[in-house]
């Protein structure tokens, strides 16, 4: 059984800056990729930033210069720094992981989702 808890939505000024962790945890044997999926009110789920075991780094170009997602491998732990926030970032953000479990089958995880509210 593996599982992805995440933490640090909430309620933020335009300007602001937020941090998002998701640790998973569980019978792993390995962690491809991880990253991080946002779903707005009304809108399709997008990708905002993922991050491979090889160091590949991707980021939606509407994150580009703002964002930056980093892992601790030996926590299992991905995480997003947001800074300057936008209104238009509101949404449900999602963790994902790619994992071959220790069964060495290789299924794509998430997590509970968590709110990010950017308001005046």
């Known amino acids: 059984q593996v599982q992805l808890v995440e933490s640090g939505g909430g309620l933020v000024q335009p300007g602001g800056s937020l941090r998002l962790s998701c640790a998973a945890s569980?019978?792993?044997?390995?962690?491809?990729?991880m990253g991080w999926y946002r779903q707005a009110p009304g809108k399709q789920v997008e990708l905002v930033a993922a991050s491979t075991s090889g160091g590949t780094i991707t980021y939606a170009d509407s994150v580009k210069g703002r964002f930056t997602i980093s892992r601790d491998n030996a926590k299992n732990t991905v995480y997003l720094q947001m800074n300057s926030l936008k209104p238009e970032d509101t949404a449900v953000y999602y963790c994902?992981?790619?994992?071959?479990?220790?069964?060495?089958?290789?299924?794509?995880?998430w997590g509970q989702g968590t709110q990010v509210t950017v308001s005046s």
């Open positions: 569980g019978s792993i044997f390995s962690i491809n990729a």
């Open positions: 994902n992981a790619k994992i071959r479990d220790s069964g060495l089958r290789r299924s794509d995880y």
